[in-house]
């Protein structure tokens, strides 16, 4: 998987099947079946990125023929929260992957008015300290809910956190980047910008409604 570096914590995949499932996600007349079914697939193919730098140790398994020196997962285990709702799209793709993680949520919306985020639900594994946590939102439009998110994280002693999304917006990884300069942002495309009700533009519509189908 190749991908290209906007800075050095904001990693872009141009991978040609992720990309051309994204190009279908914009599509207007892509039901909420098949948008469903790409943001799983996408998730599933940019996690292969996102733990690359899973640590691995070497143990000896005994194969039909003779003993294996071979690698395992080691280190620090991962969990992945999604934010609420449209993280929930990029769920079943990872657990596909890495059917073991902890699953967390973080309940927020954005407020009409303020369009600030406003958190209504949090519920995190008791070890979430312990682990390396991926927060999946696929829309970074202001921001501002990916640096709540990300607040709430560190509220509760999690150090070591990552964010995956499809779509974002320069002003939202500016601004992710200066609440939280330690934290790598995973995309899929960056686009040109945010309009006067901050969707992103291009960018894909409202997540939530296209992928739960609440409009
Ligand atoms: C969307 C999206 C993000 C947020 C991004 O959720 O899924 O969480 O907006 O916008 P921001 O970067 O400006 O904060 P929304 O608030 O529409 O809630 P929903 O998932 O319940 O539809
Ligand atoms: N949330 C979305 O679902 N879409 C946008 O473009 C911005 C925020």
Do not use: W
Request: charged residues 25%; contains cysteine.
């Amino acid at each position: 998987m190749t991908f290209e570096k906007y800075d050095e914590m904001v990693f872009i995949f141009d991978h040609p099947l992720i990309q051309h499932k994204v190009s279908l996600l914009r599509d207007k007349n892509t039901d909420t079946k098949e948008f469903r079914e790409l943001v799983s697939e996408i998730a599933m193919l940019m996690t292969y990125e996102v733990t690359r730098d899973m640590p691995l140790k070497e143990v000896e398994i005994e194969t039909p023929i003779g003993m294996a020196k071979t690698n395992i997962l080691s280190g620090k285990k991962m969990g992945i929260v999604p934010i609420l709702r449209a993280g929930l799209g990029m769920v079943d793709g990872m657990l596909n992957l890495m059917p073991m993680i902890k699953v967390g949520h973080i309940g927020l919306y954005r407020d009409h008015e303020t369009l600030e985020p406003v958190e209504y639900y949090c519920k995190l594994p008791d070890d979430a300290s312990e682990r390396e946590m991926v927060l999946l939102d696929p829309m970074l439009a202001t921001g501002g809910s990916a640096s709540a998110a990300i607040g709430f994280l560190k509220k509760r002693d999690i150090t070591q956190i990552k964010l995956m999304c499809l779509i974002a917006a320069p002003e939202g990884i500016a601004r992710v980047r200066k609440t939280h300069p330690d934290v790598q942002i995973f995309c899929a495309c960056v686009d040109k910008g945010l309009n006067s009700n901050a969707y992103i533009v291009p960018g894909l519509g409202d997540a939530g409604d296209r992928l739960f189908g609440t409009k």
